[in-house]
């Protein structure tokens, strides 16, 4: 029977390591199921919010803040984090991988993305007045960011 | 020498942790672990493979190739998805419809690709 399992000394450190069925933990030729040489991404918090549209017609621009209105309870240091967004016009769309993708009325040029202790800032602008209104989705990992 | 690992019960509690060089398992904050009991990591649910069709230009404008697949589920919170293709480069993109689970994955390569999808809940 194979030895799945191996809670010691391995590849020169102490550790936990789970190999894949059918593999050998001791020799394995596959990617190991749980390896703790490495981190694993901790989810710390997760949260949405509407964001809040400004168009300024006369630049032919919408703008959309959230300067410091998500808050996550402090970790002391900066973490890892994810985004992106959800298009609200035409229903309940995700989009990937950029976080904003808006085929229709205009194109995003600008893009900012912050934790300041324990708040999200966030801005980005679209290009046309037309643009609909999009959530802001993230996930805060306990992972450090430095 | 620091414990690394810790496995079994601690003071009443389960405890499975291994810690980083030069941290104490027993002691050590989080962001000190590289594993730990209580830990929320990203778990794909869904994942697969899918041929996307080339993009192509009609009329002077591009026309994405693009390809739906059903993930098997709705969703209440957006997912995170993680996606590439089969070049492992980030040309292709895609929308999810979370009411249905259907994500459409489109290309703007002049070339067939295979793409690779995860979709991560995180709770």
């Given at each position: 029977m194979t030895n799945r399992l191996r809670i010691g000394h391995l590849f020169g450190q102490p550790g936990v390591y789970i190999s894949q069925p059918g593999d050998d933990v001791n020799n394995p030729t596959q990617a190991l199921?749980?390896?703790?040489r490495y981190e694993t991404m901790d989810i710390h918090h997760y949260g949405r919010r509407r964001y809040n549209k400004e168009v300024i017609s006369s630049i032919n621009t919408t703008f959309y803040t959230s300067f410091g209105a998500e808050q996550f309870p402090a970790l002391g240091y900066e973490p890892m984090f994810m985004f992106t967004t959800i298009r609200l016009a035409s229903g309940n769309w995700a989009s990937y991988p950029l976080g904003i993708y808006n085929p229709g009325p205009g194109f995003t040029q600008n893009f900012e993305f912050e934790i300041r202790g324990n708040a999200i800032w966030t801005t980005f602008d679209m290009l046309g007045t037309s643009t609909p209104d999009y959530d802001f989705v993230y996930v805060i990992f306990r992972n450090r960011l430095v | 020498m620091a414990d690394r690992v810790v496995v079994g019960d601690v003071g009443g509690g389960f405890m499975l942790r291994v810690s980083k060089p030069g941290y104490n398992a027993y002691s050590a904050p989080p962001e000190g672990l590289t594993f730990h009991e209580n830990m929320r990591p990203l778990v794909p649910v869904v994942s697969g493979y899918v041929g996307v069709p080339a993009g192509s230009i009609s009329g002077g404008n591009l026309v994405s190739g693009q390809v739906t697949v059903s993930l098997g589920m709705g969703f209440s919170f957006p997912p995170k998805v993680l996606i590439r293709n089969s070049a492992n480069r980030i040309s292709v993109q895609a929308t999810l419809n979370m009411d249905n689970g259907q994500l459409t994955i489109f290309n703007d390569t002049p070339a067939p690709v295979t793409a690779r999808y995860f979709v991560f809940m995180p709770f």
């Open positions: 199921a749980l390896d703790t | -």
